[in-house]
């Protein structure tokens, strides 16, 4: 690895099998990949950053066709390990617009097998920035050390860190999403909260403003929260705080928007935008993902997303 990295990515890969039908009338299932951590670094990827991916992969007939897919958008995958564990699996179905169904399959898959041994101290030295979330901390007591070694390494060497805890009640439980985020809270620069499942869940508080004061006095000096209930985006920093709305409400599927913005947020911030901006920006990034069917698949470009910034704040 001799080029410096915007973004590295610590987390899960996953086959992703799509359909526009109930499961029960489906024929034919669509092939991609999909991820959480994954979703973030390759939506970065897509506007411009230099991204690489730390994760476990498995040798199955899968591993080619991710490592191609990977290495054809241009994502870094020197981090990335090889290990007997199967590759992954959810499957999606997408029968209305209001109507989803999703079967994960993601017990003792490759990416469990993460560990503090794939944590290379140079290769997170050549980034700016280090993002990783609570779905990973999720997979194994291992990952999840793996995060926090991540974490306090950056920290430790003024690297930048991010993290989303993304809490799922179908993926870990509320004491364990609660104890993954308070292991590496005080390693944390970025963070992003969704108010429906993280913040409630998580901190046990319902009001923005008392959130963000809350996570400031933790240390964590960049928040952004992710609402539905407002159709927007609360970001505070250095004592301010402001709210941008959704660039749309106008979904086809929201799966993996929370991640997109994650990592349209990270690409702007490592170009030259401020953290206000960076909401602005990522928000569009996110609302164009929505827009269409699929989670990765549908990542907008970044000419896609740039013209529309600049035609919006001209």
Not at 110 to 123: G, M, Q, R, W
Request: net charge negative; glycine share 6%.
């Amino acid at each position: 690895m001799n080029d410096k990295l915007d973004i590295l990515a610590i987390g899960e890969s996953l086959i992703e099998l799509s359909a526009n039908a109930k499961m029960s009338e489906s024929a034919c299932l669509y092939k991609y990949y999909g991820g959480d951590a994954l979703a973030t670094a390759i939506s970065a990827l897509r506007m411009g950053s230099k991204v690489g991916f730390i994760s476990c992969v498995g040798n199955d007939p899968f591993k080619d066709y991710l490592i191609e897919s990977w290495e054809k958008e241009g994502l870094d995958v020197s981090g990335i390990r090889f290990v007997n564990e199967p590759n992954g699996l959810y499957i999606i179905s997408r029968p209305a617009l209001n109507e989803k169904e999703v079967v994960h399959y993601r017990k003792k898959i490759a990416p469990s097998k993460l560990s503090v041994d794939d944590i290379n101290e140079d290769y997170i030295k050549y980034a700016d920035v280090i993002y990783a979330s609570g779905v990973t901390q999720s997979l194994s007591p291992s990952a999840g050390e793996a995060v926090e070694y991540a974490f306090k390494f950056a920290k430790e060497n003024a690297i930048t860190t991010a993290y989303d805890p993304n809490y799922y009640s179908t993926l870990t439980t509320v004491d364990d999403a609660r104890e993954a985020f308070f292991r590496v809270c005080e390693y944390v620069d970025i963070l992003f909260m969704n108010t429906k499942h993280d913040t409630i869940n998580i901190l046990e508080i319902d009001s923005y403003e008392n959130i963000i004061k809350k996570l400031w006095d933790m240390g964590i000096s960049t928040v952004v929260l992710k609402s539905s209930e407002e159709k927007g985006y609360f970001t505070g920093y250095n004592g301010n705080i402001t709210f941008t709305n959704f660039y749309t409400t106008d979904y086809v599927d929201t799966t993996c928007s929370g991640d997109t913005f994650n990592g349209g947020y990270l690409h702007a911030l490592t170009h030259g935008f401020t953290e206000f901006e960076a909401t602005k920006f990522a928000s569009i990034v996110a609302g164009l993902q929505a827009k269409e069917i699929g989670a990765i698949k549908s990542i907008p470009t970044k000419e896609q997303v740039y013209s529309i910034y600049r035609c919006n704040n001209d």
